[in-house]
């Protein structure tokens, strides 16, 4: 059974930092295409970061230079890194591996 648990959200005042982690179970993602999503209240889930097989990396427009993904083998866990966050960052994140999704974690960016 797969699993993946994101962990890490929360309130942060605006250009401050924080670091999601996503543990995974039942997979490993270094065999996995990757992502890391995001969906803002009254809106569609959009991609934040991605990261082949190759570890080829994407990032959307707005988070690129702020955020950056990353994986661990060893921990078979994936993490967001994210900073200078903004207000419009306030969203639930989620992460994928293949085709399974986590459940998500709030981040909300506020002062």
């Known amino acids: 059974q797969v699993q993946l648990v994101e962990s890490g959200g929360g309130l942060v005042q605006p250009g401050g930092a924080l670091s999601l982690s996503c543990v995974a179970s039942?997979?490993?993602?270094?065999?996995?295409?990757l992502g890391w999503y995001r969906q803002a209240p009254g809106k569609e889930r959009g991609l934040v970061a991605s990261?082949?097989?190759?570890?080829?990396?994407t990032y959307a427009d707005s988070v690129r230079g702020r955020f950056t993904i990353s994986r661990d083998n060893a921990k078979n866990t994936l993490y967001l890194q994210m900073n200078s966050l903004e207000p419009e960052d306030t969203a639930v994140y989620y992460c994928?591996?293949?085709?399974?999704w986590g459940k998500g974690t709030l981040v909300t960016v506020s002062s």
């Open positions: 990261m082949t097989k190759g570890q080829i990396i």
């Open positions: 039942g997979i490993s993602l270094r065999d996995s295409g």
């Open positions: 994928r591996a293949d085709n399974y």
